[in-house]
C-alpha cells in the first residue's frame, strides 16, 4: 500500500463519506478527510450524525486496497 496524501483538513461538508465517494478517483488509498461540521452526516443504516461544530471527530478513510477479506 501507498499514500501520498495526509489529512484533508475541511471547516464543514455536508459529509466526509460523501465526499470521499464525490472524490475517490483523486484520492489515494489510505487518505483520510476530516471536517470540523458535517450538515449532513451519517451513522450506520439509516441513521443521521449531527455534533456540534468543533466537538466531534469527524472523518472518513479511504480503503482502496484492503489487506484483509471483507468477511
Known amino acids: 500500500?501507498?499514500?501520498n496524501n495526509d489529512i484533508i483538513w475541511l471547516t464543514e461538508v455536508?459529509?466526509?463519506n460523501k465526499y470521499v465517494?464525490?472524490?475517490i478517483d483523486s484520492l489515494d488509498n489510505?487518505?483520510?478527510v476530516s471536517a470540523l461540521s458535517q450538515t449532513a452526516?451519517?451513522?450506520q443504516g439509516d441513521h443521521t450524525w449531527q455534533s456540534e461544530p468543533?466537538?466531534?471527530l469527524l472523518?472518513?478513510?479511504l480503503l482502496k486496497e484492503p489487506d484483509v477479506a471483507p468477511n
Do not use: E, W
Request: proline share 0%.
Open 1 to 3: 500500500m501507498t499514500k
Open 14 to 16: 455536508d459529509s466526509t
Open 21 to 23: 465517494k464525490s472524490n
Open 30 to 32: 489510505l487518505s483520510v
Open 41 to 43: 452526516g451519517r451513522g
Open 54 to 56: 468543533g466537538q466531534n
Open 59 to 61: 472523518f472518513s478513510i
